[in-house]
Structures are given as structure tokens and as C-alpha cells.
Nanobody, 117 residues
């Protein structure tokens, strides 16, 4: 059974930081590209960042220089370090696993991030 479990969300003031985690089980973690998405109330789900199996990273423009994605294949965990948070970063953050050699995709349930002004 595949599980992706996000944690680390919470309420933080503007300018603050949070580190999100996505713990994976039931998959060969190193064989999956991993990504963070977010969804704010009333808005479509938005891609935030990706880290490939070879640890190449990419970010949506609005978070470049503020967020850092990383992964620990030994622990089957992906992280998102979020600095200089703004109220516009308020959303449910979800992780996604996409099979590198295949078509399987899995999603977590999400963790709420709320940034107060």
C-alpha cells in the first residue's frame, strides 16, 4: 500500500519559515521524481517544486530563492524548506510521487500552511 504523508505545516507570521516533510512508503522512493504542489482556497492546484531521481531541482517562479526542495533516499522523505513566507503562500501543500520509468503517480493528503500578515 502506497502512502505519502505530509507534515510540518502550521501557522506562521509573514517573513517566517517552515519545513515541510513528505514521508513515502510502499514505493521504491529513489525511482520516483518527487514534487510539491499547493492549493489555496478557491484556486487551482499549483505546482511549486520538483526534485528528480538525480536530485535536479526546479521551482515555480514565485518561490525561487525562498524555497528549497530536497530528498533523503535513505529515509524515503522529501522536504520543502520555505523561507520568507508571505500570505500568498497560504495553501494546502501536497506531495506527489511520479514514477521515473512508468506512469504511476501518487498523491499525499496535504498539510495546511497559513501565513499571517
Amino acid at each position: 500500500q502506497v502512502q505519502l504523508v505530509e507534515s510540518g505545516g502550521g501557522l506562521v507570521q509573514a517573513g517566517g519559515s517552515l519545513r515541510l516533510s513528505c514521508a513515502a512508503s510502499g514505493i521504491t522512493f529513489s525511482a520516483y521524481h518527487m514534487a510539491w504542489y499547493r492549493q489555496a482556497p478557491g484556486k487551482q492546484r499549483e505546482w511549486v517544486a520538483t526534485i528528480t531521481t538525480r536530485e535536479g531541482a526546479d521551482y515555480t517562479q514565485s518561490v525561487k530563492g525562498r524555497f528549497t526542495i530536497s530528498r533523503d533516499n535513505a529515509k524515503n522523505i522529501m522536504y520543502l524548506q520555505m523561507n520568507s513566507l508571505t500570505p500568498e503562500d497560504t495553501a494546502v501543500y501536497l506531495c506527489k510521487a511520479a514514477q521515473e520509468r512508468g506512469t504511476r503517480n501518487y498523491w499525499g493528503q496535504g498539510t495546511q500552511v497559513t501565513v499571517s500578515s
